[in-house]
């Protein structure tokens, strides 16, 4: 049987355009709980499916009406479990290249005011997030985690030219192409003074400023998750906080750390935190990261300072409940870190397919 795919470009074009259809996700248990689609359903079927069941999938209620889209990890148990629907008279694809594939589809919401917009550009699989930012006719990039090409056609789309790119910090869960875009476009490549990495770029200082357009960002010094973690206020409104603060949690500071180490980072996180809580609290929040896949639903992944003070508790404690209470919390350490840490400090990944290394959920935050 010649079975139908669809590529991860159509299902996410499908699913930005509000189309329907219906995901359905045959892998373990263990692998969808890393990362998957949202709003998908799942069987675990995979097993099954592999030993020639052919009807693993028959108790599972879809409809005849719309698509469904088989998923799991490579694209292959998929389209087996797409020919034992299509048996059933179900208009059935299998999604080409499975998670793998579908670790680069993503999607955007926008928040802007009289000055600046701001898109928030998200990898709906493992809830990282880019920021496009436009002023004028000049827009600024900060974690770039797409090809340059995303970046330069919604640039272009409004009208902006991408004078500066910069990094919130030396990534450790995706391979950044903040370096790839500045080359690109011959940005400003800025980054906080301290980065230890293997190529050139523009040092920011602590309370630094750059103007774009009709808005200011000032560099806030935001160490913790790593030494160089650095935070991007603009406008005095909104705050790109990198991994140093998210919606719901804070960042880890333990990773590359032993247990002394991971304690004075997390001293050194509380000081940056305590930065960020004395601004007004309607200061918009914008994380590099969101736990759990995002939905192609346009709602910006966002929270005022106050909500995140009510709502996150060690934002309440006291330095040594804080920091007793961050290492205690701290989850898995995520897979391939230190390539990817070592990548990202080098600058290049010639030879390497950054989706081997990337696949699974993204463990940054202690909640």
């Known amino acids: ?60 209620e879809l409809p005849y009406d719309i698509p469904v889209v088989t998923v799991c990890a490579g694209g292959r148990m998929s389209k087996t479990a797409a020919d034992a629907l299509l048996e059933r008279d179900i208009q059935a694809f299998s999604l080409e290249g499975g998670m793998k594939a ?20 998200r990898r709906v699989a493992k809830g990282i997030l880019s920021y496009i930012i436009g002023s004028g006719d000049t827009a600024i990039v900060v974690d770039a985690a797409l090809d340059p090409d995303v970046f330069i056609s919604l640039a272009a789309n409004h009208g902006w030219t991408i004078r500066n790119v910069m990094d919130t910090h030396v990534h450790a869960d995706y391979i950044s192409r903040t370096l790839e875009l500045a080359k690109v476009t011959g940005a400003n490549h800025l980054f906080m003074e301290s980065a230890q990495v293997n190529y050139n770029f523009t040092p920011l200082t602590d309370g630094q400023e750059i103007s774009f357009g009709k808005s200011l960002l000032k560099a806030v010094l935001t160490p913790g998750h790593t030494p160089e973690s650095i935070s991007y206020l603009i406008d005095g409104k909104y705050l790109l906080t990198g991994d140093t603060l998210f919606i719901d949690g804070v960042g880890r500071p333990d990773l590359k750390a032993d247990k002394e180490q991971a304690i004075l980072k997390a ?101």
Request: charged share 20%; glycine share 6%; hydrophobic share 40%.
């Open 102 to 121: 579908w670790n680069y589809a993503w999607n955007e919401a926008v928040m802007e005011d009289q000055v600046v917009k701001i898109i928030q550009v």
């Open 267 to 367: 001293r050194q996180l509380y000081h940056s935190l305590g930065k960020i809580k004395s601004l007004p609290g309607e200061t918009l929040i914008l994380p590099a990261h969101t736990s759990g896949a995002i939905a192609f639903d346009g709602n910006p992944i966002t929270a005022s300072l106050s909500l995140l003070l009510e709502n996150i508790m060690l934002l309440r404690l006291s330095e040594d409940e804080f920091v007793a209470q961050t290492i205690q919390r701290i989850p898995p350490t995520p897979p391939n870190y230190e390539q990817i840490a070592a990548l990202n400090k080098s600058g290049h990944h010639e030879g390497i397919n950054p989706a081997d290394l990337e696949a699974g959920a993204n463990r940054c935050a202690v909640s």
């Open 1 to 60: 049987m010649n079975t139908p795919v669809i590529s991860v470009a159509a299902l996410q074009k499908m699913l930005a355009e509000g189309k329907k259809v219906t995901i359905l996700d045959v892998r373990p248990v263990s692998q969808r709980e890393e990362w998957k689609i949202a709003g998908s359903i799942h069987k675990d079927a995979y097993q099954a499916l592999s030993e020639g069941d052919k009807h693993i999938l028959d108790d599972v």
